[in-house]
C-alpha cells in the first residue's frame, strides 16, 4: 500500500503560482505512475497531469504550457507546478499512485485546496 499526503495549496491570485507537493510513503514509489487530480465544485474529478518513472508526462489540455509535473524519486515526492494561474484552476487538487499504471491498484492523497482569486 502507499499514503500519500498532499501539502502546498491555498490562496494565488489570477497569473500567480503555487506549488503542490506529494510525499508518498509505505511501498516502492518507483513502480508507480504518479498523478495529480483536481475537483471543482460540481464538477467530476479530472486528470490534471501525470507522469511515469522514466519521467513521461502527461498534461490536461487546459493546462499544458502553464503545469509542469516532476518527480524526486529519491525522496519518494512528486510536484506539481503551476503557473499563470487562472480562476478556472480553483479546485481540490489529489495525489494519485497508479501501479505499473494499470488502473488497477490506486491510491488517493485527502487533497488540497486551491483557489485562484483576486
Known amino acids: 500500500q502507499v499514503q500519500l499526503v498532499e501539502s502546498g495549496g491555498g490562496l494565488a491570485q489570477p497569473g500567480g503560482s503555487l506549488r503542490l507537493s506529494c510525499a508518498a510513503s509505505g511501498s516502492i514509489f518507483s513502480t508507480y505512475v504518479m498523478g495529480w487530480y483536481r475537483q471543482a465544485p460540481g464538477k467530476q474529478r479530472e486528470l490534471v497531469a501525470s507522469?511515469?518513472?522514466?519521467?513521461?508526462?502527461n498534461f490536461a489540455d487546459s493546462v499544458k504550457g502553464r503545469f509542469t509535473i516532476s518527480r524526486d524519486n529519491a525522496n519518494n515526492t512528486v510536484y506539481l507546478q503551476m503557473n499563470s494561474l487562472k480562476p478556472e484552476d480553483t479546485a481540490v487538487y489529489y495525489c494519485?499512485?497508479?501501479?505499473w499504471g494499470l488502473g488497477k491498484e490506486l491510491y488517493w492523497g485527502q487533497g488540497t485546496q486551491v483557489t485562484v482569486s483576486s
Open positions: 507522469i511515469t518513472n522514466g519521467g513521461s508526462t
Open positions: 494519485n499512485a497508479d501501479r
